[in-house]
């Protein structure tokens, strides 16, 4: 079953474990690895390749690949994969040239511990938690809640519901309408009993297309690659801490039904 | 140093790219020259400043990015819902 981002990515329950071994060479050859490693997106500020462009990232340097230990402090770890992280391009400009530890403070990190045990979302914005110094830090250099991405993370959202609920309105309307115009079939009118039908035909087909814009949602974008560095097939899937959040068809309507009851 | 500039809401999401690398170019420039004396957050608070203005801008555009991409079937949708209401009545 087709599987859709949730509209509010909440910060990593876990760990992101590396299950990528890249052979060694450049650091921009890992590039599909990263990809598939950190689930399409940036590490740091939870935002989706399809967050950034509905006509995918690649090519238009949206993603790229961050060095844990910055290339000034230590280039021996250029092309070290595991110094290698995917981050999008406002993280990355960001932390600029920053090094990662400063006045007995560390950047944390995301494949050694669980970026929900440190942050936390609070609307569109993912906070650092209470007295938590290295998550503040982090949350700094990095400008995890810079304007732009508040705004991303609030139009994925909004756009999300507003889809489901209108999925929602379409489905049962078509229902609706149907039974109606079944029902009422005998009445002289059948101008209207046609108009329904109509109607209702109409709205199968906005349901449709309203599902295809949703795909575009996919926590696996089309254009990925089906092969990486390792020259495995069998870690080509997303990490825990995403795959668990992902949401089908029916969990994204049931949200939708329930926000309204709100 | 321009600093205090107002942003124009006339600027390409390029122009504003550009404009924020510029300004994170600039304070980069500013850190490597400082050499660790006292008073850089403060000679960097100006161009933070800017920054956030054009992160604001850039924030306007993706929001009119997303609702481009996405409004018209939602529309096309909330008509067909509305006229299938009358219809039910």
Redesign the interface.
């Known amino acids: 079953m087709t599987r859709y981002l949730p509209p509010a990515t909440q910060p990593w329950s876990r760990r992101i474990e590396r299950r990528h071994t890249p052979k060694t060479g450049s650091y921009s050859s890992f590039r599909q690895c990263l990809r598939w490693e950190f689930g399409f997106s940036c590490a740091f500020c939870l935002l989706h390749e399809t967050d950034l462009s509905q006509v995918g990232v690649e090519g238009w340097s949206l993603m790229q690949a961050e060095h844990r230990i910055s290339q000034s402090d230590d280039p021996s770890q250029r092309h070290i994969y595991s110094n290698c992280f995917y981050i999008c391009e406002r993280c990355n400009k960001s932390r600029g040239a920053m090094s990662n530890h400063e006045h007995g403070l560390a950047l944390l990190d995301p494949c050694t511990v669980a970026w929900a045990d440190h942050f936390e979302r609070v609307g569109d914005t993912v906070r650092p938690r209470p007295n938590n110094h290295s998550a503040q830090y982090t949350w700094e250099i990095y400008d995890l809640d810079d304007p732009s991405k508040v705004q991303t993370r609030e139009r994925r959202r909004y756009w999300l519901e507003r889809y489901a609920e209108a999925l929602l309105d379409c489905a049962n309307l078509e229902l609706m309408l149907l039974d109606k115009a079944v029902d009422e079939a005998d009445d002289r009118d059948s101008a209207k009993t046609d108009r329904r039908l109509a109607v209702a035909q109409s709205l199968r087909r906005i349901e449709s297309s309203l599902l295809e814009k949703l795909a575009e949602f996919s926590p696996i974008p089309k254009n990925r690659s089906s092969s990486c560095r390792c020259g495995r097939t069998e870690h080509l899937s997303l990490f825990e801490g995403l795959a668990e959040q992902t949401i089908d068809l029916p969990e994204l309507l049931t949200q939708a039904k329930k926000h309204r009851k709100e | 140093m321009i600093v205090h500039q107002q942003v124009s809401t006339d600027l390409s999401p390029q122009d504003v790219q550009a404009s924020?690398?510029a300004v994170?170019d600039q304070?980069?420039v500013l850190v490597a020259s400082h050499g660790g004396r006292p008073g850089l957050r403060q000679a960097l608070r100006p161009l933070r400043e800017r920054l956030?203005v054009l992160?604001?801008t850039?924030?306007?555009?993706?929001?009119a990015?997303?609702?481009s991409?996405?409004q018209a079937?939602?529309d096309?949708?909330?008509a067909?819902?509305a006229?299938?209401?009358e219809?039910?009545r």
């Open positions: 924020i690398d994170y304070m980069r956030r992160q604001e850039e924030a306007l555009q993706v929001a990015r997303f609702d991409h996405f079937e939602y096309a949708a909330q067909l819902i006229e299938a209401r219809l039910l």
